[in-house]
Each structure stands twice: as structure tokens, then as C-alpha cells.
T-cell receptor, first 112, second 112 residues
Framework: SQTIHQWPATLVQPVGSPLSLECTVE??????LYWYRQAAGRGLQLLFY??????ISSEVPQNLSASRPQDRQFILSSKKLLLSDSGFYLC???????????FGPGTRLTVL | GEDVEQSLFLSVREGDSSVINCTYT??????LYWYKQEPGAGLQLLTY?????DMKQDQRLTVLLNKKDKHLSLRIADTQTGDSAIYFC????????????FGGGTRLMVKP
């Protein structure tokens, strides 16, 4: 069966510090991968998606970047965090030909 | 562009039925989804419906789709306190990367 992991579960970082959030998927190959952000009390905003290794599409201009160094690994990064980067970050995957997205447990990021 | 809207809040008594509504604008959407998010957790896919269907029932869940009005609803029969969560509807948009557009979420509160 397939599982999706996110690390870390929670993170508190000062403004201006770097960020690296990791998402890994097990039990499948060549998944489509997604990063979403959920601000407090609000819906989901798609940040990045990837259809393959090294292929990243960005949905909104922002302070964040994403990379896909391996087939089942998706990383969300920032060189310098802003207060507005605080939120709940969710990684999701979908098999290439199907439509359901399966979500990881999320990472709660607080920037102080 | 695509837009998915939901009411923010719904309160029901335990044992009653809950109906969560959603409207969307993209008439070319092919799949529509309902996700459940419990506090501090990721999103869990509850059910989905293909756009050529009017209704889908799965145990206590009934999804109704009015494609003419672009209206989607989720009915939860015999609502329990464990159903308290945020419910997101989403539509599949475009073909690249199987992206989903999410509504802002409806917070369901079930009172004992």
C-alpha cells in the first residue's frame, strides 16, 4: 500500500532563517506531487506541483521554492522566511492516470 | 478562471442530517471531490463523483451534483460528534498535473 510522509510535523523558525520541508511517498512510482499551504482558518492554496524528477511548476509567485531530487521525494524550501510564510503545509500525491489526491499529515510552520 | 465556494460554517445536532454545499464555476470539470480535515491533520478523501453522475451514495454519505447549476452537495446522515471537522470540496481543473481547485472549507460542528 502507498503511504506519504512529511517531516517535520511542526517547526518554529525566526524570520530570515532558511526552510526545508520534506515529503516522501512509498509504494508507488512516478507520482504527481503537490505542495499546498493552508493559512489559519482558510482554504488550501496550491504552491507547486511536479509530474516528474526535476520538473516543478509554480502556481503563485512567492518566497518559496520546490525541488524533486528523486522520484518519490518532494522538498519545499526557502532561503529567508517571512512572517507570512506561517501556515500548515500539506504534501499530496496522485497516481499519474487517476484523479484522487492523497494527502500527507502536514507540517505546521510558525515564523516568529 | 476556476473558483470554488463554500459556506464557512454549519452547526447541527447529533443524529440530524448535515448538508454541506459547494458551487463551482468551471463547466469543464470532470471530477468533484469531498475531503475531510480533522484538527491538526491532513486531508482525507471522503468521496468523489464523476461529472456525468447526478448522485453517489456511500454508507452515510450522499453526494448530489447539479451540473446545470454547478452545485455540489454532501449529505451526512445521522451525523455524529466524530464528524466534526472541516470539509473541502474540490474540482479537477485542466489536464496538466491533475491539479485540483479547493473551496475554502466548511467547518461542521456537531452538538451532542
Amino acid at each position: 500500500s502507498q503511504t506519504i510522509h512529511q517531516w517535520p510535523a511542526t517547526l518554529v523558525q525566526p524570520v530570515g532563517s532558511p526552510l526545508s520541508l520534506e515529503c516522501t511517498v512509498e509504494g508507488t512510482s512516478n507520482p504527481n506531487l503537490y505542495w499546498y499551504r493552508q493559512a489559519a482558518g482558510r482554504g488550501l492554496q496550491l504552491l507547486f506541483y511536479s509530474v516528474g524528477i526535476g520538473q516543478i511548476s509554480s502556481e503563485v509567485p512567492q518566497n518559496l521554492s520546490a525541488s524533486r531530487p528523486q522520484d518519490r521525494q518532494f522538498i519545499l524550501s526557502s532561503k529567508k522566511l517571512l512572517l507570512s510564510d506561517s501556515g500548515f503545509y500539506l504534501c499530496a500525491w496522485t497516481p499519474g492516470l487517476l484523479n484522487e489526491q492523497f494527502f500527507g499529515p502536514g507540517t505546521r510552520l510558525t515564523v516568529l | 478562471g476556476e473558483d470554488v465556494e463554500q459556506s464557512l460554517f454549519l452547526s447541527v445536532r447529533e443524529g440530524d442530517s448535515s448538508v454541506i454545499n459547494c458551487t463551482y464555476t468551471d463547466s469543464s470539470s470532470t471530477y468533484l471531490y469531498w475531503y475531510k480535515q480533522e484538527p491538526g491533520a491532513g486531508l482525507q478523501l471522503l468521496t468523489y463523483i464523476f461529472s456525468n453522475m447526478d448522485m453517489k451514495q456511500d454508507q452515510r454519505l450522499t453526494v448530489l451534483l447539479n451540473k446545470k447549476d454547478k452545485h455540489l452537495s454532501l449529505r451526512i446522515a445521522d451525523t455524529q460528534t466524530g464528524d466534526s471537522a472541516i470539509y473541502f470540496c474540490a474540482e479537477k481543473t485542466g489536464n496538466a498535473g491533475n491539479m485540483l481547485t479547493f473551496g475554502g472549507g466548511t467547518r461542521l460542528m456537531v452538538k451532542p
